[in-house]
C-alpha cells in the first residue's frame, strides 16, 4: 500500500531563517508525482511545488525548493528566508500513474515567528 | 478567472440524515476530487471523477457516493450519517490526469449532532 509520512506533527522557524520539512513515502510503482500543499489558517489549500519522480533534477519555486532521494523514498521541502505569510499547515502527496489515487501525510503545523 | 467553489459553507446534520454537498470546479477542468480532512488525520481520499464518470474511490463505505454532473460540477452524498463523519470535506479540481496539480475549494465543514 502506498503510504506518505510526515514526522514532524510541528514546527516554529524565526522569520528569515530556512527550515526544512521532512516526507518520506512507500510505494511500489515507478511513475509517480509528489507534491507540497500549504493549507494557511482558514484559508484555501495551495500548491507549493510539484516533482515528477523521473526528474531528478530538484524542483524550484522561488524560496522553496525540495530535496527528492528516490532510492530512499525522501521528499523535503525547503523554505528559504521564511516568511510570516509562510504560517500554514504543509501537507505532502504522492500519486501514481498506475493507481490514480492521492496520497496525502498527516501533515506538518509551521509557525513563523517574528 | 473564478476558483473551486464549494457549498454549503457549514452544514449540520443529525446522526442517521443524509448529506449532500456540492462543488464546482475551475472552467476547463473536467476531473473533481473530494477529500474527508478531519482532525489530526490529514486529509483522506474520497472519489475522483472525470468526464463523469467514478475512476476511484478511497477506502471509505458505499454510504459515501456522489456524482458528476455533465457541466463538470460534482456532489457528494453522505448517507445514514454518523458521528465520525463530522469534518471538513474539501473539494479540488485538475485538468484531466490526477497528477496534474489540483486546485481546492474552501470546503464544506460537516457536523453530524
Known amino acids: 500500500a502506498q503510504t506518505v509520512t510526515q514526522s514532524q506533527p510541528e514546527m516554529s522557524v524565526q522569520e528569515a531563517e530556512t527550515v526544512t520539512l521532512s516526507c518520506t513515502y512507500d510505494t511500489s510503482e515507478n511513475n509517480y508525482y509528489l507534491f507540497w500543499y500549504k493549507q494557511p489558517p482558514s484559508r484555501q489549500m495551495i500548491l507549493v511545488i510539484r516533482q515528477e519522480a523521473y526528474k531528478q533534477q530538484n524542483a524550484t519555486e522561488n524560496r522553496f525548493s525540495v530535496n527528492f532521494q528516490k532510492a530512499a523514498k525522501s521528499f523535503s521541502l525547503k523554505i528559504s528566508d521564511s516568511q510570516l505569510g509562510d504560517t500554514a499547515m504543509y501537507f505532502c502527496?504522492?500519486?501514481?500513474?498506475?493507481?490514480?489515487?492521492?496520497?496525502f501525510g498527516t501533515g506538518t503545523r509551521l509557525k513563523v515567528l517574528a | 478567472e473564478a476558483g473551486v467553489t464549494q457549498s454549503p459553507t457549514h452544514l449540520i446534520k443529525t446522526r442517521g440524515q443524509q448529506a449532500t454537498l456540492r462543488c464546482s470546479p475551475i472552467?476547463?477542468?473536467?476531473?473533481v476530487y473530494w477529500y474527508q480532512q478531519a482532525l489530526g488525520l490529514g486529509l483522506q481520499f474520497l472519489l475522483w471523477?472525470?468526464?463523469?464518470?467514478?475512476?476511484n474511490r478511497g477506502n471509505f463505505p458505499p454510504r459515501f457516493s456522489g456524482r458528476q454532473f455533465p457541466n463538470y460540477s460534482s456532489e457528494l452524498n453522505v448517507n445514514a450519517l454518523e458521528l465520525e463523519d463530522s469534518a471538513l470535506y474539501l473539494c479540488?479540481?485538475?485538468?484531466?490526469?490526477?497528477?496534474?496539480?489540483?486546485?481546492f475549494g474552501p470546503g464544506t465543514r460537516l457536523t453530524v449532532l
Open positions: 479540488a479540481s485538475s485538468l484531466e490526469r490526477s497528477w496534474n496539480t489540483q486546485y
Open positions: 502527496a504522492h500519486v501514481s500513474t498506475g493507481t490514480y489515487k492521492y496520497i
Open positions: 471523477y472525470d468526464e463523469g464518470e467514478e475512476r
Open positions: 472552467s476547463g477542468h473536467t476531473s
